[in-house]
């Protein structure tokens, strides 16, 4: 059974910049597509964004044109790279690796935005 592994979460002030990572247990072949989602305190989970087995990508509205999400399939890691970032980024960010016979969430890592 794969386990997904987050870092990169923690305190940023606001308009600072976190990179969070993301990697399997062991090399993975044929995921169909990566994601991060994001789950702020009193809400439901949310998808930040997601990258496909073809390198395409799509963004929540909210994140667009602040962050980016990348891969990389020989490390079976997947980025997300968060800039400017804003108080109401703060929440649980969790990655998913999505195939037709897997489905994975990593644990969580927390990001706030705070001054």
């Known amino acids: 059974q794969v386990q997904l592994v987050e870092s990169g979460g923690g305190l940023v002030q606001p308009g600072g910049s976190l990179r969070l990572s993301c990697a399997a247990s062991?090399?993975?072949?044929?995921?169909?597509?990566m994601a991060w989602y994001r789950q702020a305190p009193g809400k439901e989970r949310e998808l930040v964004a997601r990258?496909?087995?073809?390198?395409?990508?799509n963004y929540a509205d909210s994140v667009k044109g602040r962050f980016t999400i990348s891969r990389d399939n020989a490390k079976s890691t997947v980025y997300l790279q968060m800039n400017s970032l804003k108080p109401e980024d703060t929440a649980v960010y969790y990655c998913?690796?999505?195939?037709?016979?897997?489905?994975?969430w990593g644990q969580g890592t927390l990001v706030t935005v705070s001054s």
């Open positions: 062991r090399r993975i072949f044929g995921i169909h597509s």
């Open positions: 990258i496909r087995s073809g390198d395409s990508t």
């Open positions: 998913n690796f999505y195939s037709y016979a897997l489905d994975a």
